[in-house]
């Protein structure tokens, strides 16, 4: 680990910048490989991630994990984080003002890993970074957005009772990992601007 990354960790761990310091019982910083291409962002650690100190460790993680594997990925190979880093009381979503406070990590993160590729997990991760509504319409799409790259899909905790959504985030997850392999080629991809 680069020591950014660990004085990143640390800092997350014991940030107190927000009200979500008072009711966590960890702070949940991202986790994965930095030299990752690809980073995947999602709400808000629950229950499970507050207990760990991880993200994506519960029923949400192991539909994620499913998936990433069902498309030749692996949680190794990936970094993931969040939005905020630590759980909102009864998982609510996070506030705007606890999103902007806990911003700075999260442009810390993605300073250190320069992902070729974002993939937001999700309505809070699209609106926080895209300033998105809705991921209705931009779902399973490649948005191109200031020289970033950005894959939009569904927040894996909306397919716990939808085996539908299932595998719409599966086959979501093949492409992706289609596109950045054509990335890596240097051929040529559909974007929306
Ligand atoms: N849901 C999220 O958005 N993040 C986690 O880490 C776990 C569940
Ligand atoms: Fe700090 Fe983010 Fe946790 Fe708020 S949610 S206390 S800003 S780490």
């Known amino acids: 680990m680069s020591e950014e990354i660990i004085a990143?960790?640390?800092?997350?761990?014991?940030?107190?910048?927000?009200?979500?310091?008072?009711?966590?019982?960890?702070?949940?910083?991202?986790?994965?490989?930095i030299q990752s291409e690809i980073i995947f962002i999602g709400e808000a650690p629950g229950r499970s991630e507050d207990l760990q100190g991880e993200p994506f460790v519960g029923t949400a993680g192991q539909i994620l994990s499913e998936a990433l594997e069902y498309a030749g990925l692996k949680r190794s190979d990936i970094y993931i984080t969040n939005v905020v880093k630590c759980r909102p009381p009864n998982n609510r979503q996070p506030l705007k003002e606890e999103q902007?406070?806990?911003?700075?990590?999260?442009?810390?993160?993605?300073e250190i890993?320069?992902?070729?590729?974002?993939?937001?997990?999700?309505n809070t991760a699209f609106s926080s970074l895209l300033n998105g509504n809705?991921?209705?319409?931009?779902?399973?799409?490649?948005?191109?957005?200031?020289?970033?790259?950005?894959?939009?899909?569904?927040?894996?905790?909306?397919?716990?009772?939808?085996?539908?959504?299932?595998q719409v985030l599966k086959d979501d997850m093949k492409f992706l990992?289609?596109?950045l392999d054509k990335i890596k080629k240097g051929l040529q991809i559909e974007t929306l601007e």
Do not use: W
């Open 8 to 33: 990143l960790r640390k800092r997350v761990m014991s940030c107190i910048k927000c009200g979500l310091s008072k009711s966590r019982k960890n702070a949940v910083p991202g986790s994965g490989n």
């Open 100 to 110: 902007d406070a806990c911003r700075e990590h999260l442009l810390k993160e993605l």
């Open 113 to 122: 890993i320069r992902p070729k590729m974002i993939c937001i997990l999700g």
């Open 134 to 166: 809705s991921i209705t319409k931009n779902r399973g799409k490649i948005i191109h957005r200031a020289g970033q790259l950005y894959f939009v899909t569904i927040h894996p905790a909306a397919a716990i009772y939808n085996p539908d959504l299932r």
């Open 177 to 179: 990992a289609q596109t």
